[in-house]
């Protein structure tokens, strides 16, 4: 009796169990950590200090500046970027045999190691680089060009790594699109410019926003590229890895309360922007 | 007068050398309520997306309007298209689809508002300005369809099969507010295509019959469905005995042809000289038979076997077995039912002046007399 009516739901269990112990709770645990304070030989003691000295530090605008503007820039940027090359794959490329070749080359550089692919960028951006050989070849500069280690490197990097989120989304809204609902507005007097904002690019942007939000959630969470390419700019999550190593678990778990906060809100703003919930029925 | 729609010699081909339309000339005029016809694949939607624009066409002339569309894109053209799946837009409530072409055309809001709801009005629609596509019904989605194409008054309206989604009721209603609307509305042609016959037939100012790519005739419905041209508009258009047979004598305005069923006389065939001994197609339209328990002295008249009914409300199709076990319909009004009994004999006979003998099976090339009549 039992098992016949609540069966289905035991095949939800262990991806549930997962998620409970391994995200939900431990989510918990660090808001409650940040409202605590250590003492040495005391008892822990719950306080809003921690959050008082977050936002009184003079660090705070700085790093709050760097973490979510580089990582919406980044997102923006990687949209920009990813949008004409998945409209090109999607409407102006009709063998599905090629489509498919191009999107195996696009998956190319994840099969290569993490390391090596973050290596990789000295022989490209280094001072004796592709691109800056480039430069000097064509007479543009005449001494290397700093390239490496600034707030652009990091820009230019995540661009590179987090496009393929961009890519596929847009391009799975695209490809969904009725061919008709085109045909309809090209009859209904709409010129090609008003046919792809009125109808492509509104109905992609499902699409979009999930590609937004995959490149801004991976690059909030990276730290690591930020702390080797970015030239010592500081980020929340370094901020927080750097508490975090020196034991003041408090205080980091403070900051990744504030960031996760911070990134829902932002989300949220974006899906109420987007009423992506009409879009995709 | 000039057509506001004229094609010469069209020609589409699609990828692999397919030919879609192989030369296809038609004249449409102002005011006119068009029908393409044919069954699926004859290429009445391939011609009707070429004159929308969707499509392009490889040989041949299209003028609207008098002016040539070769590169025109489908936004410059005075035409609108109603399209078969209704393709309304998803992410638009029914207002702003039925404005989306007004809008497109840069008109001011409010002259927008009373014209949409002008036509909302029309079409029944009013009251659902503010639903969406999805939260409307299978009827209610057609109709924003058509007001959609219809709101933009443009000189050529093409309905693309408007009747195949739809159970027979809302067919039957749609059908009837299409030609009220016609009537309504002046200067505008609609161009429609079906591969319903009885649609085609009820709807039609003038139809063209199409096949393969190719139009097997165009006219009058009554036109089509009394003076055939080939034996493939002939049994597209309404129900018809067909018997397969030779000319066997040619008097001054007969024929006698020998089928399978005896020696049947017809008119004469309009069109060529040397007509003994030509593979031909005999035809009678089956409300033409008049049933009988002896043979009466008609023209011609044929002893067969009572078989079954077909019950159609208000007539009745009565199935026949001729000699050779050749089938014959005959169609009766209800009222007027004699009792049959299954397995007797009865005599079907009708004048000459009634059945027609068509040479042509077809206007493609290579379409078989014999073929066509089996259906091989």
């Known amino acids: ?281 | 007068m000039a057509g506001i729609v004229e094609i010469k010699r069209l020609v589409k081909r699609y990828k692999g050398n397919v030919l879609a339309l192989k030369g296809i000339d038609l004249e449409i005029y102002r005011d006119e309520f068009f029908v393409l016809m044919g069954p699926s694949g004859c290429g009445k939607s391939t011609l009707l997306k070429t004159i929308a624009g969707i499509l392009d066409y490889d040989d041949g002339e299209l003028y609207i309007n008098g002016k040539d569309m070769k590169n025109v894109p489908a936004y410059k053209r005075d035409i609108s298209l109603m399209l078969e799946n209704y393709a309304l837009f998803p992410h638009m409530n029914v207002f702003d689809n039925v404005a989306f072409g007004l809008r497109m055309l840069d008109k001011d809001e409010e002259e927008i508002k009373k014209d949409v709801m002008e036509t909302l009005a029309l079409l029944e629609l009013k009251g659902l300005e503010k639903r969406f596509p999805n939260e409307i019904s299978g009827g209610q989605r057609q109709r924003v369809a058509l007001a959609r194409a219809l709101v933009i008054r443009p000189s050529v309206l093409l309905l693309d099969e408007p009747l195949s989604h739809i159970d027979y009721r809302l067919q039957r209603r749609f059908a009837s507010l299409l030609k009220d609307i016609h009537r309504q509305i002046s200067g505008t042609a609609f161009i429609l295509t079906t591969h319903d016959q009885h649609h085609g037939l009820s709807l039609a100012d003038r139809m063209a019959i199409m096949n393969s790519g190719l139009i097997e005739q165009v006219g009058h419905p009554e036109e089509i469905y009394n003076e055939p041209h080939t034996l493939f508009s002939a049994r597209f258009v309404g129900e018809v005995n067909t018997f397969m047979g030779e000319i066997q004598e040619v008097g001054a305005d007969s024929v006698w042809v020998k089928t399978d069923i005896g020696y049947l006389k017809s008119r004469k065939p309009n069109a060529a000289d040397n007509l003994v001994g030509r593979r031909v197609g005999y035809i009678i339209r089956p409300e033409k038979i008049k049933i009988s328990k002896t043979g009466e002295n008609a023209e011609n008249s044929v002893k067969c076997i009572f078989e079954y009914l077909n019950y159609f409300g208000h007539y009745v199709e009565a199935i026949f077995r001729a000699p050779h076990n050749v089938r014959i319909k005959s169609t009766i009004p209800t009222y007027n039912l004699p009792n049959f009994k299954v397995e007797d004999e009865y005599w079907l006979s009708w004048s000459a002046n009634d059945a027609r003998t068509i040479i042509k099976p077809s206007v493609v090339e290579g379409v078989d007399i014999e073929d066509l009549i089996y259906g091989r």
């Open chain 1, 1 to 281: 009796m039992f098992i016949e009516k609540y069966g289905k739901y035991l095949l939800l269990l262990p991806g549930l169990i997962i998620i409970v112990f391994f995200l939900i709770l431990p989510l918990i645990l660090i808001v409650i950590v940040s409202f605590m304070q250590i003492f040495t030989f005391r008892e822990p003691t719950l306080t809003l200090q921690n959050y008082i000295d977050f936002v009184a530090s003079p660090q705070t605008p700085t790093i709050l500046l760097n973490t979510f503007g580089m990582s919406i820039g980044t997102a923006l940027l990687t949209l920009l970027a990813g949008y004409p090359a998945a409209y090109v794959l999607a409407f102006k490329i009709e063998s599905i045999k090629i489509r498919n070749y191009i999107i195996s080359l696009l998956l190319v550089p994840f099969f290569i190691d993490w390391n090596a692919r973050t290596i990789a960028w000295i022989p490209i951006l280094g001072e004796s680089g592709a691109v800056n050989y480039m430069l000097q070849a064509l007479n543009i500069v005449r001494e290397p060009v700093q390239l490496l280690f600034s707030r652009w490197t990091l820009l230019i990097i995540w661009l590179q790594t987090n496009i393929l989120f961009a890519i596929f989304p847009i391009y799975l809204a695209l490809i969904r699109i009725d061919p008709d609902l085109i045909n309809a507005a090209r009859v209904l007097k709409a010129p090609p410019h008003r046919v792809f904002y009125n109808i492509i690019f509104k109905l992609s942007l499902p699409g979009v926003v999930v590609g937004f939000t995959f490149v801004f959630v991976n690059t909030l969470g990276d730290y690591i590229t930020p702390a080797l390419w970015a030239g010592g700019i500081q980020v929340l999550g370094l901020s927080i890895s750097s508490f975090a190593a020196n034991f003041v678990w408090p205080y980091a778990a403070t900051q990744s309360t504030i960031l996760i906060l911070i990134a829902l809100a932002v989300l949220f703003v974006l899906f109420k922007i987007v009423d992506i919930k009409k879009l995709v029925e």
